[in-house]
């Protein structure tokens, strides 16, 4: 198993708080680990999260749709932990949660997004200008929020917003698991139906689409999303709400 190194800054702890703050969750973690290409690469099958009652330590499985979640040795579905996995370059990032009963929280999402997928590119051989990615994956409002989110560095500002679709994208996988256990027809959407319309990225996703249709049938009333800058990297967290 590869040396991993736990990250642990004031900015990762303060984007827990503001994550999970006035959710009622019996327990939440976030971290970030550096030394690793993939998960599959790190936990051997199992993850040890960081419980205010010591070290949890979960089996890990995928559901059908490659989300990741929490099991038992048996290989049953723990049933009230939320958790969500994303890595980039050596680093990897999980963020989980057991919401007490009563709490609006129905899913977590987590994603890393590196500063240099969003980096002025040099022209190409014909002298013409590189492509810039940012207009391949954004819509025109989400491009114009660019120099309201960051004013002075638009980069961090692109990779927030690639990695907050995602995120959003994710925290939709337990309750669209959950809704598949008493349902036949199939819910179809993808991150690029999560669309970022509001400067600090609270607000704004899945507002409308395929994304919108199936959070509605779904019973997901909002998405909030909250990101900070990591080791070069948009780190963006994002949960699913039921009001």
């Given at each position: 198993?590869?040396?991993?190194?736990?990250?642990?800054?004031?900015?990762?702890?303060?984007?827990?708080?503001?994550?999970?703050?006035?959710?009622?969750?019996?327990?939440?973690?976030?971290?970030?680990?550096?030394?690793?290409?993939?998960?599959?690469?790190?936990?051997?099958?199992?993850?040890?999260?960081?419980?205010?009652?010591?070290?949890?330590?979960?089996?890990?499985?995928?559901?059908?749709?490659?989300?990741?979640?929490?099991?038992?040795?048996?290989?049953?579905?723990?049933?009230?932990?939320?958790?969500?996995?994303?890595?980039?370059?050596?680093?990897?990032?999980?963020?989980?949660?057991?919401?007490?009963?009563?709490?609006?929280?129905?899913?977590?999402?987590?994603?890393?997004?590196?500063?240099?997928?969003?980096?002025?590119?040099?022209?190409?051989?014909?002298?013409?200008?590189?492509?810039?990615?940012?207009?391949?994956?954004?819509?025109?409002?989400?491009?114009?929020?660019?120099?309201?989110?960051?004013?002075?560095?638009?980069?961090?500002?692109?990779?927030?917003?690639?990695?907050?679709?995602?995120?959003?994208?994710?925290?939709?996988?337990?309750?669209?698991?959950?809704?598949?256990?008493?349902?036949?027809?199939?819910?179809?959407?993808?991150?690029r139906h999560f669309v970022m319309e509001e400067p600090g990225l609270e607000r704004g996703t899945g507002r409308n689409g395929a994304a919108q249709a199936a959070m509605d049938r779904m019973g997901i009333a909002r998405v909030v999303t909250h990101y900070t800058e990591v080791c070069g990297m948009a780190l963006v967290t994002a949960v699913?709400?039921?009001?």
């Amino acid at each position: 198993m590869p040396s991993m190194e736990h990250i642990d800054t004031p900015a990762i702890r303060a984007l827990e708080r503001e994550t999970f703050a006035g959710l009622d969750c019996v327990d939440h973690g976030l971290v970030v680990l550096r030394g690793a290409t993939s998960w599959g690469a790190h936990d051997r099958g199992f993850i040890e999260l960081p419980s205010r009652e010591g070290t949890l330590r979960v089996h890990l499985a995928y559901d059908e749709r490659e989300a990741p979640l929490a099991v038992r040795e048996d290989g049953t579905e723990v049933p009230d932990l939320l958790l969500s996995l994303t890595d980039e370059n050596d680093y990897l990032a999980c963020i989980w949660a057991r919401p007490a009963a009563g709490s609006p929280l129905m899913g977590v999402g987590v994603d890393l997004s590196s500063r240099e997928h969003f980096r002025e590119r040099p022209p190409r051989r014909d002298g013409s200008p590189a492509r810039d990615l940012s207009l391949l994956l954004f819509t025109e409002t989400e491009q114009s929020l660019i120099p309201q989110l960051e004013p002075e560095d638009d980069i961090l500002a692109k990779s927030a917003l690639f990695a907050a679709k995602e995120a959003a994208f994710k925290c939709t996988a337990s309750p669209l698991r959950r809704w598949y256990e008493s349902h036949d027809d199939e819910l179809l959407f993808e991150v690029r139906h999560f669309v970022m319309e509001e400067p600090g990225l609270e607000r704004g996703t899945g507002r409308n689409g395929a994304a919108q249709a199936a959070m509605d049938r779904m019973g997901i009333a909002r998405v909030v999303t909250h990101y900070t800058e990591v080791c070069g990297m948009a780190l963006v967290t994002a949960v699913a709400l039921a009001e």
